[in-house]
């Protein structure tokens, strides 16, 4: 019996010891997005970035077997919640209502939400092109058609008892009827065509009352289309937000922050898509945390948009665990050390540049 109870002993404590072992040689599945220059995606479809750097220290210190699996920010948060991912990695930002569900480590990059706009001159460039849009060619091609019609009634009533100056050809009266349309339109009246028979001085008067209406439209068309703001920095801070179209990432820091500003946002799928839309002229701010901002703009939007220098919300980077992660301490003990090292500076120093 008493070897029984020995043999007994000693196959929990073997069972014990074999889930132990594999507990700890398991292979962690790790949760990322890309969010350049954080995470990002080389030429064979591996993810590299400073987010995945550090992870990789860490993994490499603490003899950590590991693979990634991409989704989107929400199944990231979600997937820890669930106990799909064992950690979390990108440009997570630690907020009360996310440290409510997950567990974080000490932040590894302290940064801040900026406003992206358009350099003056792009917005220059979006006034000028303007006068090509298609809105701005059928406004000039209906006044121009007015100005047909008016000159051919004209013409039409001028013809015999003004021969003068509507006669000859019929190109040659429509043409100096449609000039007459205009100089009267334009308040020009250079006086060398005027009406002489009684109908034609009655059109002439009905039409110098209706340019007046007519004139004063199409000038609020053109300012519409060439408003002044389109030439000057519409947003110079936080507080010219509300006035002007703003866009943002669904689900971000950075959208809490406009919700809690109320101030009214349109979401983009990707960081470039809202760049692209605030170059075609689409878009007018596009708030979002800075470094990314300044990444994506020095790659692809130099010559059009700028970020404003001022940080308008304090975002800090962390990696996301499990609540409750029995692998927190150890993760933070060595995340502490990596980000002291000059190793750890070179490589932010590296992909971002001079902080501003």
């Known amino acids: 019996m008493q070897r029984l109870l020995t043999l007994g002993l000693l196959f929990c404590t073997l069972w014990s010891a074999t889930v132990m072992a594999q507990n700890n040689s398991a292979e962690m599945v790790i949760a990322t997005k890309e969010a350049p220059p954080f995470v990002m995606k080389n030429a064979e479809g591996e993810f590299e970035g400073i987010s995945i750097y550090l992870f990789e220290q860490v993994a490499e210190e ?36 996310r440290e409510t569900k997950v567990d974080f480590t000490h932040p590894f990059y302290t940064t801040g939400l900026a406003i992206a706009v358009p350099k003056d001159e792009s917005r220059l460039m979006s006034a000028i092109s303007n006068f090509f849009s298609w809105e701005f ?46 100089v009267t339109m334009t308040t020009v009246g250079y006086g060398d065509k005027a009406p002489v028979t009684a109908a034609g001085r009655v059109v002439g008067f009905i039409w110098m009352f209706a340019a007046i209406i007519i004139i004063s439209s199409f000038t609020a068309a053109i300012a519409t289309s060439l408003t002044v703001s ?41 960081i470039d898509e809202g760049l692209a839309a605030m170059a075609k002229g689409d878009m007018d701010a596009l708030v979002y945390d800075k470094p990314i901002l300044e990444y994506r703009i020095n790659q692809n939007f130099e010559d059009k948009i700028q970020v404003l220098p001022n940080v308008i919300d304090r975002q800090d980077y962390a990696l996301a665990l499990p609540e409750d992660s029995p ?20 490589k932010v120093n590296e992909v971002l540049g001079n902080q501003k």
Request: glycine share 10%; charged share 20%; net charge negative.
């Open 327 to 346: 692998r927190r301490e150890q993760f933070n003990t060595t995340l502490l050390r990596i980000i002291d090292t000059n190793e750890w500076r070179e």
């Open 62 to 97: 603490l003899d950590i077997t590991y693979r990634y699996e991409e989704t989107d920010l929400n199944g990231m948060l979600e997937g820890l919640q669930e106990g799909k991912y064992d950690a979390s990695i990108a440009a997570i930002t630690v907020n009360a209502e």
């Open 230 to 270: 389109q030439l000057e920095t519409q947003v110079q801070g936080v507080d010219d937000l509300p006035g002007v179209r703003v866009s943002t990432l669904a689900n971000s820091a950075s959208a809490d922050f406009l919700e809690s500003r109320s101030i009214d946002y349109k979401t983009v799928a990707t």
């Open 137 to 182: 060619l059928a406004a000039l091609g209906g006044l121009c058609l007015l100005l047909f019609v008016v000159g051919l009634i004209m013409w039409l009533v001028e013809r015999h008892g003004n021969k003068e100056q509507f006669g000859g050809s019929t190109s040659k009266g429509i043409g100096s009827g449609f000039w007459w349309a205009a």
